[in-house]
């Protein structure tokens, strides 16, 4: 019988390690839809960080686990005009109100 | 140097097949085992594809970068180590991510040839490697003989450059710091397109803005083949005759043809010879050499014509071209910020392509640029471009993007962050 701490670990690292291989799994059958979201989505990053993740300390807003109301909110109200800015008012008239639900969507959906 | 080189790139070519497997016995996607992608160039735009192939393919296409330095140096706040206020180890960051974080095969090397129809590329020191897509993110060459003199006079590191940051960015710094007071440092800018549009103006600020506060009787001189400021022009004036009044002249269409390095002189296409103790010449630009010389520039004979939903190039298959090298859609600048948007685009038409699945029919681009006009105060351009794809370009969309109203603190502090977070985005 093996000591139970080891027993614990063990069980721990093959779940861990089954989870992952699910995530890859399920990426490497990522659609094209899928693929072009992503793509939209960095183009968040040269600002934000890649997948919305930015530097320690950066003032530049991360974007990753941003609720996706909250979001839609911002983007809104800069492309509308209500909420100043230095460049984000600018940036948001050039996309498209789909565009923007992409954005929100999947930034929602990353992990902070 | 050749013998190390040659095992650097052995070595590197050996771990991508161990990498290959590895990565294969944990997936099933349908991305064919011996997908391999070479980018040539690890600037903005060619960093940026390979860390975005990797993640796009889920870490399933093996991509190599042929570079030659050992370390990423930005040109977007290289003029601040002209100016003083940062050092070359601020704006220096290392490779080491790309192949530790996300598995990118760096080899340190340069480019020697393509074979298009074969799909190898050979190294200067010897080896080829072979490629299913290859990316070439070469930047720009300084055209030197379109000058008399020119090529000679930065060879022996008397008129330099500094526009390909590195090594000239600190030597001109010294030579700022080494003029006496009371002299003159002049820069040339040649007729548009070139890289970086606001850059040289940018420059010229930060060399006023250190005159001010440590050489006070010095002066700096714009001379530009251009009409006029060709970016941020009003921003920039402004600011020069609020701040920089009998420190700073701005002098349009003055095209150099020649300098004489025994003099330090300027020669102009029409106007009198010019003297100045620093002297910045930039020459006229075009896609660096590898695309060249692979027969890729084929507009003007200096940019790269591509179609812009791939950035395939127009002139052979499987070759995508990006950045400052290739032939602008309208409104389009030659950044790093570009570069950047280029690479993903890009990134994600080669996952498509080695997946079998559809490439995106509407990419779209962002670009943002902040100028500094003295350490603290900075102006900003936006834009966003779509894909058009009936007209097959990009345009930018009617309303958006534009300029700060003035300079400003705030977007000191975003310039600095931006820095750090595309330097994170292109490279960790």
Redesign the interface.
């Known amino acids: 019988m093996p000591h139970p701490f080891i027993h614990d670990v063990a069980r721990h690292v093959v779940t861990v390690a089954v989870a992952t291989?699910t995530i890859?799994?399920g990426?490497?059958?990522?659609?094209?839809e899928q693929?072009?979201q992503?793509?939209?989505a960095?183009?968040?990053?040269?600002?934000?960080?890649?997948e919305g993740r930015?530097?320690a300390g950066?003032?530049?807003p991360a974007l990753a686990g941003m609720p996706k109301n909250d979001m839609l909110r911002h983007m809104k109200a800069f492309k509308d005009g209500s909420r100043p800015a230095?460049?984000m008012h600018?940036?948001?008239?050039?996309?498209t109100d789909a565009?923007i639900e992409t954005l929100a969507t999947y930034y929602a959906a990353t992990q902070r | 140097m050749k013998r190390r080189s040659f095992v650097q790139a052995s070595m590197a070519l050996g771990s991508v097949s161990a990498l290959g497997s590895m990565v294969a016995c944990?997936?099933?996607?349908s991305?064919p085992k011996q997908a391999r992608v070479v980018v040539i160039g690890g600037g903005y735009g060619g960093a940026t594809t390979a860390?975005?192939i990797r993640?796009?393919s889920?870490?399933?296409i093996d991509v190599v970068l042929i570079e030659p330095d050992a370390a990423f140096v930005s040109c977007p706040l290289s003029n601040l180590v002209i100016g003083g206020s940062k050092t070359m180890a601020d704006i220096t960051t290392p490779y080491d991510k790309l192949s530790g974080k996300h598995g990118v095969q760096m080899v340190r090397d340069y480019v020697s040839s393509v074979d298009a129809e074969k799909k190898t590329v050979t190294l200067a020191s010897g080896p080829s490697i072979r490629y299913d897509k290859l990316v070439m993110s070469p930047g720009i060459d300084l055209m030197f003989n379109t000058i008399e003199g020119l090529k000679e006079a930065n060879t022996s590191g008397q008129i330099l450059q500094a526009w390909k940051a590195g090594p000239e960015t600190l030597a001109l710094r010294k030579q700022l710091e080494a003029m006496p007071d009371g002299g003159v440092f002049a820069i040339t800018i040649p007729e548009v397109p070139y890289r970086c549009p606001p850059g040289p103006y940018e420059r010229a600020s930060q060399a006023a803005h250190y005159f001010k506060q440590q050489k006070p009787k010095s002066k700096v001189l714009i001379l530009d083949a251009n009409q006029d400021v060709t970016s941020k022009g009003p921003l920039f004036k402004k600011f020069w005759a609020d701040n920089y009044k009998g420190i700073l002249e701005y002098v349009p269409q003055h095209k150099v043809v020649g300098v004489d390095a025994k003099t330090n002189t300027l020669k102009f296409e029409i106007q009198n010879d010019i003297q100045a103790q620093v002297l910045n010449v930039l020459p006229a630009m075009r896609a660096g050499n590898i695309a060249v010389q692979s027969q890729l520039a084929n507009m003007n004979a200096r940019w790269c014509g591509v179609n812009f939903q791939t950035f395939e190039s127009t002139q052979a298959k499987d070759i995508h071209v990006i950045g400052d090298a290739i032939m602008i859609a309208p409104l389009m600048p030659k950044s790093g910020?570009m570069a950047?948007?280029h690479g993903?685009?890009t990134?994600?038409a080669i996952?498509?392509q080695l997946s079998d699945?559809?490439v995106?029919p509407a990419?779209?681009?962002?670009n943002?640029c902040y100028s500094f006009v003295n350490d603290k105060l900075v102006v900003?351009v936006?834009?966003?471009?779509?894909y058009d794809a009936k007209d097959k370009t990009y345009k930018?969309?009617p309303?958006?993007?534009?300029l700060?109203p003035a300079p400003?603190e705030?977007?000191g502090?975003?310039a600095m962050?931006?820095a750090?977070?595309?330097w994170?985005?292109s490279l960790?």
């Not at chain 1, 990426?27 to 094209?32: I, M």
């Not at chain 2, 936006?382 to 779509?386: E, G, K, L, N, P």
């Not at chain 2, 309303?399 to 534009?402: H, K, P």
């Open positions: 291989l890859s799994t990426h490497a059958q990522q659609t094209a693929l072009h992503r793509t939209t960095a183009m968040c990053a040269n600002c934000h960080g890649s930015t530097v950066s003032a530049i230095t460049v600018q940036i948001t008239k050039g996309l565009q | 944990a997936t099933t996607g991305i860390k975005y993640m796009l889920n870490y399933q910020h950047n948007s993903k685009v990134a994600a996952v498509a699945m559809a995106n990419p779209f681009l962002t943002t900003h936006a834009s966003v471009h779509q930018t969309v309303g958006s993007g534009g700060s400003n705030l977007e502090v975003y962050n931006w750090q977070n595309i994170a985005d960790l």
